[in-house]
Each structure stands twice: as structure tokens, then as C-alpha cells.
């Protein structure tokens, strides 16, 4: 039986980006936890932005353990385990001066912010859980899309010197956006194509499903949230010369 550790920036992104492969590998046997790293609670007050975002949601009160909630449901709906970590999605974080450090939903994307504190905490989390436990296969996301805490992400696992998958973030591959540049020091190969059996797949849905509050923003199209899912992985599959569904990753390693 292998250890299979997904750290993923948000309460949904590993589902949604590598449910089936994630669903595929329990089925077999694997052991697979979800560590979602910017899972932390929030009180308020609440900036703007972040209250827009709730209304979306469809959540007032503790929008963060609801949340929590519907992760474990997801998670667990997989036959994963799930591990909140501490970090504060950066629709709660402060600047150095006080103020918020996105007022903008614009800014969640392609947006670079000056954090050093974050980022050397974040690695240290990273690094000990590793050193904990050290895992089979390491998955995280390749930070598609450029959201800030999928960039802090993804360069707190690489920074532990260790070989990862990185996945294609959804929603932003199916929008055409692309991954920044991967931090000094690492490389990646070419994208790998993981096909998603019929079982696999159902899991996958039946556990992006149970991210209730998050489907308006993640489907902002509306329809039938499956419909969507399949039509990015049969064109990926497509792409790299497969049959669908596929789910996408680049295998990242430190340079030689």
C-alpha cells in the first residue's frame, strides 16, 4: 500500500483537479490524506472583498468552517482523509500596514503580493509534514491561473527538495489560463495524462459535488457542474493524445 499525500492550496482544489487519479488510487489500496494548507479560521471583521465573496457563497456566519465541513465530506466521499492546516486564505490577510491585502476579486489571479513571513511558514509546515511522514507520491497544484495562494503553494512543497506531480488547476485550465514560471532550482517534464476509469469518475463528481457553496463561483456558467468537468478532460484527453477523461500533471523535481 502506498502513501499518497495531495497538498492543495484551498478547501476543493485537489478534488477538483485530481479527484479521479486521487479516487483511482484508493481503490487500489493506496492511502491518501488531503492536506489543504490555507484552511485556516477567520474572524472578523471582514474586508469587502471577502464579504462579496460570502454572499456568492451563500454563507454569513463562520464561511471558513462551513467550508471545513464540506471538505471533509468531499474528502471522505473519496475514501481520503483530510487535514486542515493553519494559513488564512488571502481573502484574509493583512498587510504589514493593516490594511487587506487584496480589496479586489481581480486581484485574486496574476496577482504578485510581497509576503516573505508567509512563505518561509508555509515551507517550514511543508517541510515537517514531509519529514513526518514521508510519501509515496507527493501531489500539488501547478498554481494554473496564478492565484496567489496556489503560487505560495505549490513553491512551499517544491522548496522541500522533493519530486512532486503537479496538477492542472480547475477551474483556470478550462479557461485557457497558464502556470507562472516554476521557482530557481526546479524543473518539470512534459504533461502526463492520467486516463479516469468510470468508477473513479463518479467518485470524483459525487465528491466535487459536496463543495455545495463553492459551485456558483467555480461553474459561474451554471448547468450541471459533471458536464463541464467532462468536457475539459476529453479535451485534454484529446490534446495529448488519449481517450477521456483524462486528469493532467507535470512531474517537478529539483535540478541536478
Known amino acids: 500500500m502506498a502513501y499518497v499525500l495531495a497538498v ?64 471533509r465530506e468531499a474528502v471522505a466521499a473519496l475514501g481520503a ?5 493553519p494559513f488564512l486564505d488571502v481573502l484574509y490577510r493583512r498587510d504589514r500596514a493593516g490594511g487587506w491585502l487584496i480589496e479586489s476579486r481581480d486581484r485574486l489571479t496574476g496577482s504578485t503580493v510581497d509576503e516573505p513571513d508567509l512563505e518561509r511558514e508555509a515551507a517550514a509546515t511543508i517541510a515537517a509534514l514531509l519529514r513526518d511522514r514521508t510519501p509515496d507520491l507527493l501531489l500539488t497544484c501547478a498554481a494554473v491561473g496564478g492565484h496567489v495562494d496556489h503560487l505560495r503553494t505549490r513553491d512551499a512543497v517544491l522548496a522541500a527538495g522533493t519530486a512532486a506531480w503537479l496538477w492542472e488547476d480547475m477551474p483556470y485550465a478550462a479557461v485557457g489560463m497558464s502556470a507562472p514560471p516554476l521557482p530557481p532550482g526546479t524543473v518539470s517534464g512534459p504533461a502526463l495524462a492520467r486516463p479516469v ?41 484529446t490534446d495529448l493524445g488519449h481517450d477521456g477523461p483524462v486528469e493532467v500533471f507535470w512531474s517537478a523535481r529539483p535540478a541536478r
Open 8 to 71: 492543495s492550496p484551498h478547501l476543493d482544489d485537489a478534488v477538483l483537479s485530481a479527484g479521479g487519479h486521487l479516487a483511482a488510487r484508493i481503490a487500489r489500496g493506496d492511502e491518501v490524506v488531503v492536506y489543504t494548507v490555507f484552511a485556516g479560521l477567520a474572524a472578523p471583521p471582514y474586508s469587502a472583498t471577502a464579504l462579496r465573496v460570502h454572499e456568492q457563497w451563500g454563507l454569513a456566519a463562520d464561511p471558513v468552517g462551513h467550508r471545513r465541513a464540506e471538505d
Open 81 to 85: 482523509v483530510a487535514v486542515h492546516g
Open 197 to 237: 476509469d468510470p468508477a473513479a469518475w463518479t467518485a470524483k463528481c459525487a465528491a466535487v459535488g459536496c463543495y455545495r457553496s463553492q459551485h456558483s463561483m467555480v461553474f459561474p456558467a451554471g448547468g450541471d457542474y459533471r458536464d463541464t468537468l467532462r468536457a475539459h478532460a476529453e479535451q485534454r484527453a
